[in-house]
T-cell receptor
Framework: GAVVSQHPSRVICKSGTSVKIECRSL??????MFWYRQFPKQSLMLMAT?????????EQGVEKDKFLINHASLTLSTLTVTSAHPEDSSFYIC?????????FGPGTRLTVL | KQEVTQIPAALSVPEGENLVLNCSFT??????LQWFRQDPGKGLTSLLL?????REQTSGRLNASLDKSSGRSTLYIAASQPGDSATYLCAAPFSSGNTPLVFGKGTRLSVIA
């Protein structure tokens, strides 16, 4: 299956700072990348869909100006949480769109103090 | 609204027992169904993928079934082991192509030695 990496795996930051999460598709050219988040004891919820070379689309309730997504190449998509607040603390995980069996990165645990 | 529901939310069994995890979905027009395993604080490991035209898939001690007409899937784990302890998630895309998955909330399984 597709090999997906994420960096960093864990980040702790102060409220008001910005955090960038990288997602790399190592053996698969991803024209689409799905970004999910998972709050404690909840399931994964789709946040946004990034498309290589075009603007990302966001799910209802997800602020596009707060969660900046860049999908500049077929192997790299980034999610930047701008001016992070404690309520943004969550597990962020990416998945390249494959149209069939889907694979996920190892996730990034964000804790905002 | 397309939803995936998993029952039970948590399950504790003694080692060696066979067990069944349940998943139901609201829209029978799913493209496929995937079962994942998630260890605490970790990403997702794909266990089984069942295409919409299939009724079941097997991998080792795992067997997943799919009944689209009733909107149900089950994951059967034979001869459970303590190493099977994890959260099991089912998820489905509700259309073909590059579409994201809709996840259930998962079943947290504990296998007691």
């Amino acid at each position: 299956g597709a090999v997906v990496s994420q960096h960093p795996s864990r980040v702790i930051c102060k409220s008001g700072t910005s955090v960038k999460i990288e997602c790399r598709s190592l053996d698969f050219q991803a024209t689409t990348m799905f970004w999910y988040r998972q709050f404690p004891k909840q399931s994964l919820m789709l946040m946004a869909t990034s498309n290589e070379g075009s603007k990302a689309t966001y799910e209802q309730g997800v602020e596009k100006d707060k969660f900046l997504i860049n999908h500049a190449s077929l192997t790299l998509s980034t999610l930047t949480v701008t001016s992070a607040h404690p309520e943004d603390s969550s597990f962020y995980i990416c998945s390249p769109g494959s149209g069939d069996e889907q694979f996920f990165g190892p996730g990034t645990r964000l804790t905002v103090l | 609204k397309q939803e995936v529901t998993q029952i039970p939310a948590a399950l504790s069994v003694p080692e060696g027992e066979n067990l069944v995890l349940n998943c139901s979905f609201t829209d029978s027009a799913i493209y496929n169904l995937q079962w994942f395993r998630q260890d605490p604080g970790k990403g997702l490991t794909s266990l089984l993928l069942i295409q919409s035209s299939q009724r079941e898939q097997t991998s080792g001690r795992l067997n997943a079934s799919l009944d689209k007409s009733s909107g149900r899937s089950t994951l059967y784990i034979a001869a459970s082991q303590p190493g099977d302890s994890a959260t099991y998630l089912c998820a489905a895309p509700f259309s073909s192509g590059n579409t994201p998955l809709v996840f259930g909330k998962g079943t947290r399984l504990s296998v007691i030695a």
